[in-house]
């Protein structure tokens, strides 16, 4: 399906919607002052007072509009082409016209404006044609979310990426590189680091630092003399006293030991991601892992073993994560079961499932063609069986988000039981304070508040980031710092 459109500013919106209607496809979008209509294209003239569509060259739609209102003028236009495509591929979209990555945001700013539930629900309804279950799911999210993050005032964020992993994995669009070819890096890369780590302190000292998260890329991937040197500079710099959780990602269980673990544990960190993704072999050898089930198992083991016993001695233990993906090559619905049966006999105390999002920079999109027949596209009644198992294991839906090109067009969800949420999931997602990031790849966000402090519901988010690659992030460290002081506009 090809799109014509004549306004340029609503071109991404309408993409996104026409192309949820074709999945797998992607639509050609012309920009063109005339639209007019021609075969297999959705054509969008928009003038003083009226949209038209013409599909196929052929029938015909149009709204009137008030040109001064966008946001009403872009809500008419996506509902136009919603239903008309929705009659043309009799298909209807659980999340209706719903384009954008955070869904939850509507429902929390308009808890945040005091509407009613009724109200919130009727609003979505009606204004974005989502399904029952959607708004449902959306407005449960943004009361939690509410509930559990609080007042940020004065507080902020870090997040600290490791752009490092033992193996690429097929779907992987992050700047991640192979541990092994880049541990001559690895040292220079920490000195940089460091030298972030220590402009935060500096700078920040006055505000609260709230949660840490070490992402990546596996952060675990360093070694465990690698992992003090990183977590003593945090130690040494940071103010940790009022730090309400501290989240290392030890994404991929071959990069798991004891030793790593133990260091983790040493430093405070109190919230670990051992993710399998799926619990079948023939898939992790296809997805670009080199280890077995069995070793996401030992590695869960290790961590729970001293978690445990961490609290037995007073500790905070960790909370463990698990990350899943629906929709993975060569899975059916049977996999996804087996898959989630084998989670919820290993307990963790937080589930997150991913709907496969094939993104351009990933070696599965340059191979498509390879592996178009095997993927296994999500829907409502795969996203019904993950609810229902997180459901069994104690766990409810805390936070969501949708991605470009996600199988099904459906979301990521984190499950987690009360009170063991992660927090900063909760404060990214829903823009909530002020994060801090360093490391190569990483993306800064600063929030825009009001003059009480209370976080600005129809807030301006600016944003600066670091540089992908990873030499040029080692060379041009002192720029990168040098950003940072103008976006979060500090003197020295
Ligand atoms: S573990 Fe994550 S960051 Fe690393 S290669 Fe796989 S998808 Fe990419």
């Not at 928009?46 to 060259?57: A, H, N, V, W």
């Not at 719903?98 to 005091?114: A, D, F, M």
């Not at 505000?207 to 991937?221: C, E, F, M, N």
Request: net charge negative; glycine share 6%; hydrophobic share 35%.
């Amino acid at each position: 399906m090809n799109i014509k459109i004549n306004d340029e500013s609503f071109a991404y919106d309408v993409f996104g919607l026409v192309q949820a209607f074709y999945p797998g496809t992607k639509p050609k979008m012309f920009i063109d002052k005339e639209a007019d209509a021609s075969e297999e294209t959705v054509a969008i003239f928009i003038s003083e007072d009226r949209i038209t569509l013409t599909i196929d060259g052929g029938s015909f739609h149009s709204v009137s509009i008030d040109p001064k209102d966008r946001a009403d003028t872009k809500n008419r236009l996506k509902r136009l082409i919603y239903e008309t495509l929705s009659d043309r591929t009799k298909k209807t979209l659980p999340w209706g016209t719903l384009t954008g990555i955070r869904p939850t945001k509507i429902p929390y700013k308009k808890l945040y404006e005091n509407k009613t539930k009724e109200e919130i629900f009727s609003f979505m309804e009606d204004t974005y044609l989502c399904t029952p279950e959607k708004i449902r799911l959306a407005y449960a999210i943004a009361r939690r979310e509410k509930e559990a993050v609080g007042d940020t005032k004065d507080r902020y964020a870090l997040y600290i990426g490791i752009p490092f992993c033992p193996s690429i994995c097929l779907y992987c669009s992050f700047s991640s590189y192979p541990y092994g070819v880049y541990k001559d890096r690895v040292e220079a890369y920490l000195d940089a680091l460091i030298k972030e780590i220590r402009f935060v302190g500096d700078h920040f000292h006055d505000r609260i630092l709230d949660t840490v998260y070490i992402g990546g890329g596996t952060p675990t991937s360093l070694s465990a003399e690698e992992l003090e040197r990183l977590l003593g500079a945090v130690d040494a710099h940071l103010d940790l006293s009022r730090l309400r959780e501290y989240t290392v990602e030890a994404g991929r269980p071959d990069s798991v030991t004891e030793e790593k673990l133990k260091v983790l544990l040493k430093h405070g960190v109190n919230r670990i991601s051992i993710n399998p993704q799926t619990m079948q072999d023939k898939t992790l050898k296809k997805i670009g892992r080199f280890h077995s089930t069995e070793d996401i198992r030992k590695a869960y083991g290790v961590a729970r073993a001293l978690s445990d016993a961490d609290i037995k001695k007073g500790g905070r233990g960790f909370l463990i994560n698990m990350d899943l993906i629906v929709g993975l090559p060569g899975e059916n619905k049977e996999d996804i079961r087996d898959t989630l049966e084998q989670v919820k006999a290993m307990e963790p105390d937080n589930l997150t499932v991913h709907s496969l999002a094939i993104k351009r920079s990933s070696r599965l999109h340059e191979m498509l063609t390879e592996y178009e027949d095997e993927l296994f596209l999500n829907s409502n009644e795969i996203m019904d069986m993950v609810y229902g198992y997180a459901d069994s294991m104690g766990m409810q839906p805390y936070y969501l988000y949708r991605q470009k090109q996600i199988s099904g067009n459906m979301e990521n969800v984190g499950f987690a039981p009360d009170k063991k949420e992660c927090l900063y999931n909760m404060e990214i997602m829903e823009e909530l304070l002020d994060i801090v990031a360093i490391g190569a790849g990483s993306d800064c966000k600063k929030v825009e508040k009001y003059a009480d402090g209370q976080t600005d519901l129809r807030r301006k988010v600016e944003r600066c980031e670091n540089v992908k690659d990873v030499d040029a992030y080692i060379e041009r460290i002192d720029e990168m710092i040098e950003r940072k002081k103008t976006l979060f506009k500090t003197e020295t």
